[in-house]
């Protein structure tokens, strides 16, 4: 897609902005909350492409995930058939720029880590390095070949259309009911709390939890981040100071998933290496293992924060500007 009809459409769609208000039916607030994630997916386009700067494709990939999950947490909003084909076109593409995304985080924390060492060393990584930075040519041209489809395309305009177009897709007041919460001021509460609930119900299983239920808090965590985000300019105050705090337990769990895919993929490299190359890899992995280990004896003490009467109460103040 050439860069200056992209440029003009970013800027169209920057004048239909509209605020979302809290007596908007929820079905149009979610139109008005998703349209800014939509510009950034465009914006980003041409960045991910190149791969001139590997935060384009983070900044697509956030946007693409943030929509999704917008579509997923208001599905019931909208008519299934619109819901199942938007977000089957945006998971494909987010499928894309997750392969490239995640090879750029490994190579780059690699090249962070080969920085530090002494010149054998460094051209023992190198090895590793390159097997990835192949893996990433191919990722990107796979990237590159979905963007230029017609699906992808055609996802566009069809998303361009459920987005600024009034009533496009949106379940009609009869079909759910003459008394049935309809606007943001009704639903948004208990969407947030039956979130939070989920996120709570992980208490009993914090002392003991692995790899894989960490991965499954971090996810919760997540959708809850995405719910509050994508309507915050109609929450109280307070709700940037409780983001603040999602963002912190988030990216912990982050790091330490991160982490733990980091070295599942880098051990599957060990067999084409030299044994030059396997001990300077081994090396790194023995480093993400005891990151991973010291990041997991702190989880406890961010949990128990995050459940503080503090931390909570900026929720609800928030939710009460409602």
Known sequence: MDSTPTAELVETLKDQVQTVLPDDPIAEAGRKAMLPDFIEMIKHEAGSRTGEDIEDVHDMRVATRRMRSALRLLAAYYK???????????????????????????????????????????AALQGTIDLLDGERQFARQDLVRTLDKGDYRRF????????????????????????????????????????????????????????????ALRIEFKRLRYLVSLFSPILGSSIKDFITELKAIQDHLGRMNDLHVAQERLSELLPELDDSQKTSLRDYIAGLAEEETRLGSQVADVWRRFNSRSVQRQLATAIAAL
């Open 156 to 215: 566009v305009q069809d998303f361009r259309a459920f987005l600024t177009q009034s009533g496009v897709g949106a379940k009609s007041h009869s079909e759910q009911g003459e008394l049935t919460p309809s606007q943001v001021r009704h639903i948004l509460p208990t969407l947030v709390y039956e979130h939070l609930g989920t996120v709570r119900a992980y208490d009993a299983l914090i002392a003991d939890a692995d790899a894989n239920t960490l991965h």
């Open 80 to 122: 299934p058939k619109t819901i199942r084909t938007l977000s089957r076109s945006m998971r494909k593409t987010a499928r894309v720029l997750g392969t490239v995304r995640d090879l750029d985080v490994l190579i780059h924390d690699l090249q962070t880590y080969q920085a530090t060492l002494n010149d054998d060393a460094k």
